[in-house]
């Protein structure tokens, strides 16, 4: 086992070296105090209509930081949603059996700057459920589709805008 240890330690300086010269840098670099975590940070989201807006700031509050409530932010991120509910499978008696939980979302970030529009974008998910015999299993299940796609797409969103930010760097 001691044999492999100085295999392993060149095999890991070789690939460290591979991924440093090719141009490589890791987007959330400095942690906290870093590039993107401070300009994620200056991003106002304003209030979303709805149920599924209230999550979706919520979601994406956690993943941008406290400057999500902050009116005077360097950065404006505007958010339309479509939340739509679709029967997927209709059994002989009319009765359905599985639904569609879709979540899209058209979104762009301002500059408050000088007002240009950084990014324009869409990003979105869906999830299957079942419906059962039983309402509440039925509602319980399409509310927990709901704010597991926010999750998802609020994830999707801030990957993009990350990429974005960085881009303006």
Same mark, same amino acid.
């Given at each position: 086992?001691?044999?492999?240890?100085?295999?392993?330690?060149?095999?890991?300086?070789?690939?460290?070296?591979?991924? @440093?010269?090719?141009?490589?840098?890791?987007?959330? $670099?400095?942690?906290?105090?870093?590039? *993107?975590?401070?300009?994620?940070?200056?991003?106002?989201?304003?209030?979303?209509?709805?149920?599924?807006?209230?999550? *979706?700031?919520?979601?994406? $509050?956690?993943?941008?930081?406290?400057?999500?409530?902050?009116?005077?932010?360097?950065?404006?991120?505007?958010?339309?949603?479509?939340?739509?509910?679709?029967?997927?499978?209709?059994?002989?008696?009319?009765?359905?059996?599985?639904?569609?939980?879709?979540?899209?979302?058209?979104?762009?970030?301002?500059?408050?700057?000088?007002?240009?529009?950084?990014?324009?974008?869409?990003?979105?998910?869906? @999830?299957?459920?079942?419906?059962?015999?039983?309402?509440?299993?039925?509602?319980?299940?399409?509310?927990?589709?709901?704010?597991?796609?926010?999750?998802?797409?609020?994830?999707?969103?801030?990957?993009?805008?990350?990429?974005?930010?960085?881009?303006?760097?």
């Amino acid at each position: 086992m001691n044999a492999r240890r100085p295999l392993l330690g060149i095999l890991v300086a070789t690939l460290g070296a591979f991924v @440093a010269s090719c141009g490589l840098s890791p987007v959330y $670099s400095g942690g906290g105090d870093g590039y *993107m975590a401070q300009s994620l940070d200056s991003i106002y989201v304003p209030a979303i209509e709805g149920r599924s807006g209230w999550l *979706m700031r919520n979601a994406l $509050s956690d993943r941008l930081g406290a400057g999500v409530g902050d009116p005077s932010a360097r950065y404006r991120l505007d958010v339309r949603l479509d939340d739509q509910l679709e029967s997927l499978a209709i059994l002989n008696d009319d009765t359905i059996s599985r639904e569609r939980r879709i979540l899209r979302v058209r979104y762009q970030l301002i500059d408050l700057t000088d007002g240009s529009v950084l990014l324009d974008a869409t990003a979105g998910s869906d @999830a299957g459920i079942d419906v059962v015999s039983s309402e509440y299993a039925v509602i319980a299940a399409e509310q927990t589709a709901l704010e597991n796609l926010t999750r998802e797409v609020a994830d999707q969103m801030v990957s993009e805008l990350a990429l974005t930010l960085r881009q303006q760097r």
